[in-house]
């Protein structure tokens, strides 16, 4: 099964925590941002009242210097910060100012008790405001107005500021607030999975190390560098692993007892049945049932060794690689005449000898002799008889066994090496065979491959045993 790098936890934690912080700073900012709206009109509204009590006494002054005219000729009179330059300050009335004050964003209207109007500045407009004429605040529906009451309300100053202003000094506030937590948020993300994945160095160790490991391969985990929350799983896994070496030390001492027991009486009651019928002659009724009870005790002595085998190949203490290359062509050479002195049944071997003399490998000289016994009895078995069983050394490490017959189907070939399994083809194996070579090449280090149909051929089966050299 392929990894699914969306479900790793450096990526979940990186999604949550990037989340969580996400949240946390939006609901922070959205805070900040009525807090500061608040206070943004606070401060507003104290502009508000402080230009209009300020000013108070300047448009009292101009009033009364301008107490004859008529009301036609005090409507466009100018603005409060022109009455401020030209009337009472030190400028010199050029008018050099008007285009900065012409962008004031303050207006104000001035009143008398009667609700004409007396006054109003250059961006006031001309009608007066909605506003009643009272103390405090009023909201028309584009302007936020105060009204300030003077002279027992006598006359009565309202100063107006458009709401546009205010939320485009809202808006620009919220922005230089919300913009550099926008840029920072990459950064965070970034730095999120840098630190996630330092800190989760220790797991993925305990993760590789617990894959590199073969089935055989029980020993403890080394926890020195881990954390206290991976230590306690690796300490939980190693009690794991000691039950299941247990458990598995049991059952292989049990397998190889068993048959090492069963030898010596399977022996004996061979030897028995072959001596029954050395006494008896041809013809006689019992023989025939006495050849049977032979080739079934031969079949059992054979099933016992390979119990042995198994038993031996898969322990902790078994095969393993020796540290060094051996020379493993006369070992081939010996399996091979060995099995032919035997005469098994079958096809014939075909022995291609050129590159017997350069092939070698780390790994023990018996177990290597085992793997190429039970690779060849099983091609014998289960090959066909019209075509010899052939063996070949390629590049020095690599050797291949083939053999003629129908071919296995895909389903059947990956379940080859499992104890017991047998080809459909034939049936009077143990089922052993490939079990055994796989438990070898996975303690040696070696890679065990098969093929069915043969490569370049439409039938047959190939095993290809790859050798581990150091």
């Known amino acids: 099964m392929g990894k699914n ?37 606070e401060a507003f509204d104290n502009s508000l009242v402080t230009t209009a009590y300020r000013y108070a006494p300047l448009i009292d002054e101009y009033l009364k210097d301008h107490k004859g005219g008529s009301p036609k000729e ?36 001035v009143r008398d008790g009667g609700g004409r109007l007396l006054l109003r500045s250059f961006n006031a407009e001309e009608e007066p405001f909605e506003a009643p004429l009272v103390e405090g605040f009023y909201n028309e529906e584009d302007f936020r107005i105060y009204s300030a009451v003077l002279l027992g309300g006598q006359r009565v100053i309202q100063v107006a500021e458009p709401l546009e202003h205010r939320r485009e000094a809202l808006m620009e506030s919220v922005l230089a607030q919300f913009l550099p937590i926008a840029l920072l948020i990459p950064v965070v993300i970034i730095q999120l999975i840098v630190v996630l994945r330092g800190g989760l160095k220790p797991i993925k160790r305990v993760r590789d190390e617990i894959e590199e490991r073969g089935e055989g391969n029980l020993q403890p985990l080394e926890q020195d560098e881990a ?151 099983n091609a014998l078995k289960y090959g066909g008889d019209e075509e010899p069983v052939d063996i070949r050394v390629i590049e020095d490490h690599i050797v291949q066994v083939s053999n003629g017959g129908a071919p296995v189907s895909p389903d059947e070939l990956a379940q080859l090496t499992t104890r017991f399994k047998r080809s459909s083809n034939k049936a009077d194996g143990s089922g052993l065979g490939l079990a055994i070579v796989e438990a070898i090449a996975r303690n040696t280090k070696a890679e065990l491959k098969l093929y069915s149909p043969r490569p370049d051929h439409s039938d047959g089966f190939m095993v290809e045993l790859r050798l581990h050299q150091s």
Not at 7 to 33: K, P
Not at 77 to 90: Q, R
Not at 324 to 341: C, F, Y
């Open 5 to 41: 790098p969306n479900r790793s936890l450096q990526a979940i934690l990186t999604r949550r925590l990037t989340l969580t912080v996400g949240v946390f700073w939006l609901a922070g900012s959205v805070l900040a941002a009525m807090t500061m709206y608040h206070e943004m009109q």
């Open 74 to 109: 005090v409507l466009p009179s100018p603005a409060m910060g022109e009455i401020l330059t030209d009337d009472h300050g030190d400028g010199d009335g050029d008018g050099d100012d008007d285009d900065e004050l012409g962008e004031d964003y303050l207006m104000y209207h």
């Open 227 to 377: 954390p206290e929350e991976i230590s306690t799983i690796v300490t939980a896994v190693n009690r794991l692993m000691a039950k299941l070496e247990a458990a598995l030390s049991v059952e292989r001492s049990f397998t190889a007892n068993s048959a090492h027991e069963l030898r010596t009486p399977i022996a004996v009651a061979l030897a028995q049945t072959q001596r029954l019928l050395a006494e008896l002659p041809e013809g006689h009724a019992a023989r025939k049932r006495a050849v049977q009870t032979e080739e079934a005790l031969k079949r059992l002595s054979r099933l016992s060794e390979k119990l042995l085998q198994l038993a031996r190949a898969e322990s902790s203490g078994g095969f393993s690689p020796t540290g060094h290359n051996q020379d493993l062509g006369p070992t081939l050479n010996l399996v091979i005449e060995d099995l032919k002195r035997a005469g098994m049944e079958g096809a014939e071997i075909h022995f291609d000898t050129e590159n017997l003399t350069t092939l070698s490998a780390n790994i023990d000289l018996d177990a290597f002799a085992i793997c190429m016994r039970n690779l060849i009895e």
